[in-house]
């Protein structure tokens, strides 16, 4: 079945599902669940003192939790067993539908694109009780970037709190190769100041090499977005660049037919034609932390998460000096945009049957422990004021990303994403309807035109299964 359908068709499932989850029209966490949640507020922090053990499946990607956090965890909860499960998009939405037992309680999100979705449906417990009894997530300790993980049943970034990053990054930022830069007569770019997108674009045509008509050396990459391509994130942040907005303020209908948006478009379609990094079109058989590595390629699209990477690579680490964090590019005439497009972090499943033990299992791998190490690890940032410090400062290269990074969390905002359509639906109308385009076989027009279409058609069915007005 393809992609598309399959969504369509769990989503229909998905609404006789929420029927069971008491949600309300707003997707906000049905009344009851809010009562049971307050009942456990005085002891959130505290250990459950049941006797019966209770498995708490949480979602995370092998590596993320290690079998000795595990082990040390179980040891101070003995009625508590951690299984890490696997799972994907769609798998999950089938499991929810058919109210599965193996169902995770905790969920692993790209908060910043996937949460409003999740949210809109009434997934996510609301935590906002958990989180006022803590004592580990203080209020005045919160980075504005977990605001993600809000909702006031119609605006992202607004109310309760329902779920928490495991680290988060300003996506946006570029890491870019010196030594590529000065080989193609690039003079270095400051630090202190944002690219426009216009220049990087012209940089990447510069850093890109061909031997005949295969590419040696890439000018410009975008991990997240699949290489050079449109897509969601990069829309929403270009477009708030120029002070535009992707969706109606109703969240109804995307708008691609703005002269702001056409220029967004039309830089990305130029930038696989061209080509200046890999693409549907233009293939690339090594990933981007090879070619990065390997000094073929010069400038990512890529968040703070990508130093870590550097500092473990045996191919970089020891030059890691050629490489740079530069602060996120602008639009020409536009205003610099410090986001994250993941946040990649967690909520508990809103129908989960233990949730206090669910929330000790989160209280400690979110804000616990095992945060203390992520931070020191250089791999992400955390949701935390406190923990900034954490992360490794001791050579020039951790330095720089240091400074640039505190910089950035001066000029952080929220993207406005659509909650009325899941990233993944997204990303899959944007393939279909634009690829043509790449190979020449439709105009941008037309794209537009199909692209509005069938996303408004799936934004409305979404709503209605909400109950949206």
């Known amino acids: 079945m393809p992609k598309n359908k399959l969504f369509q068709f769990v989503a229909i499932l998905l609404s006789f599902s929420l029927l069971l989850v008491g949600c309300s029209s707003n997707g906000s966490q049905s009344p009851a669940a809010t009562d049971k949640a307050t009942e456990t507020q005085g002891e959130a922090t505290a250990a459950p003192n049941s006797t019966e053990k209770v498995t708490i499946r949480i979602h995370l990607a092998e590596g993320e939790i290690t079998k000795e956090q595990i082990q040390e965890f179980e040891a ?57 009894a803590s004592s580990l997530f203080k209020k005045d300790d919160l980075l504005d970037a977990t605001n993600i993980y809000r909702w006031d049943g119609k605006v992202p970034g607004q109310g309760d709190i329902y779920g928490f990053p495991k680290d988060w990054a300003p996506d946006f930022n570029l890491f870019i190769n010196k030594k590529l830069f000065e080989e193609a007569g690039i003079p270095i770019p400051s630090d202190k100041e944002s690219l426009t997108w216009e220049k990087v674009m012209e940089y990447a045509q510069k850093l890109t090499k061909k031997d005949g008509d295969s590419v040696t050396q890439w000018g410009l990459y975008d991990p997240l977005g699949g290489g050079v391509a449109v897509n969601q994130d990069l829309l929403l942040a ?17 708008k691609l037919n703005t002269p702001e948006a056409k220029k967004v478009l039309q830089y990305w379609v130029d ?110 940032l955390p ?87």
Do not use: C
């Not at 089938?94 to 809109?120: C, M």
């Not at 660049?241 to 995307?254: A, F, R, T, V, W």
């Not at 070619?291 to 990512?300: C, D, E, V």
């Open 76 to 132: 101070e909860h003995t009625n508590i067993k951690i299984e890490r499960v696997d799972t994907d998009f769609n798998k999950l939405m089938g499991q929810i539908a058919a109210n599965s037992e193996i169902t995770p309680d905790i969920f692993r999100l790209f908060g910043a694109s996937e949460f409003p979705f999740y949210a809109s449906r009434g997934l996510a417990l609301n935590l906002q009780p958990y989180f006022d």
């Open 383 to 469: 949701g935390f004021k406190s923990k900034i410090a954490l992360i490794p400062k001791d050579t020039s290269f951790d330095k720089q990303t240091y400074d640039v990074i505190n910089d950035d969390l001066n000029n952080l905002s929220t993207l406005p994403y659509n909650p009325y359509i899941s990233a993944t639906a997204m990303g899959t109308i944007f393939d279909k309807y634009l690829t043509p385009v790449y190979f020449g076989k439709d105009t941008l027009d037309g794209a537009i035109e199909k692209i509005s279409k069938e996303a408004k058609i799936q934004i409305q069915e979404n709503k209605d299964i909400v109950g949206a007005n």
């Open 238 to 254: 270009q477009l708030a660049s120029l002070g535009q907005k992707l969706y109606s303020d109703d969240n109804s209908e995307i």
């Open 271 to 380: 930038a696989v034609k061209q080509p200046v990094g890999p693409s549907s079109l233009h293939s690339e058989a090594l990933s981007f932390v090879d070619l990065f590595s390997q000094n073929k390629l010069g400038m990512m699209i890529v968040g703070y998460w990508f130093s870590g990477m550097l500092r473990s690579n045996e191919l970089t680490k020891s030059h890691i000096d050629d490489f740079m964090m530069l602060p996120s590019p602008k639009m020409d005439g536009g205003v610099r945009v410090e986001a994250t497009r993941s946040g990649t972090g967690g909520i508990i499943y809103s129908k989960t049957k233990h949730p206090k033990e669910a929330w000790t299992v989160f209280e400690w791998f979110y804000g616990g422990k095992p945060a203390d190490e992520r931070a020191k690890g250089g791999w992400g």
